[in-house]
């Protein structure tokens, strides 16, 4: 992260799994004409994948935000309760609510 601190979170995702999965090492022990097929058939999906990277960050999105909304609307609930209950000393929620 410090060499490219503007780098998006795909492109770290996708430098820790070329490392951790070998791919460099796996690619160079294809045969010729093997080697030859991955790299056209990456080439030839590329805007395929990229697709679907979108699809899934914007999913991604979209749940980071629900999440972010749902803690905001738990800590409104506990403020509320908190300034409800206070002045009124110990409460059971049961009887109370």
Same mark, same amino acid.
């Given at each position: 992260?410090?060499?490219?601190?503007?780098?998006?979170?795909?492109?770290?995702?996708?430098? =820790?799994?070329?490392?951790?999965?070998?791919?460099?090492?796996?690619?160079?022990?294809?045969?010729?004409?093997?080697?030859?097929? =991955?790299?056209?058939?990456?080439?030839?999906?590329?805007?395929?994948?990229?697709?679907?990277?979108?699809?899934?960050?914007?999913?991604?999105?979209?749940?980071?935000?629900?999440?972010?909304?749902?803690?905001?609307?738990?800590?409104? =609930?506990?403020?509320?309760?908190?300034?409800?209950?206070?002045?009124?000393?110990?409460?059971?929620?049961?009887?109370? =609510?």
């Amino acid at each position: 992260m410090r060499v490219k601190p503007s780098a998006s979170v795909s492109t770290y995702e996708s430098v =820790v799994m070329w490392t951790n999965n070998k791919t460099a090492n796996w690619l160079q022990s294809l045969p010729k004409e093997k080697y030859e097929a =991955v790299l056209n058939d990456a080439r030839h999906n590329y805007s395929a994948h990229l697709q679907k990277l979108k699809e899934k960050q914007k999913l991604q999105g979209k749940a980071i935000y629900r999440m972010v909304v749902h803690q905001i609307l738990i800590e409104d =609930v506990k403020i509320m309760l908190y300034t409800k209950y206070e002045s009124s000393g110990p409460c059971s929620f049961r009887q109370d =609510v």
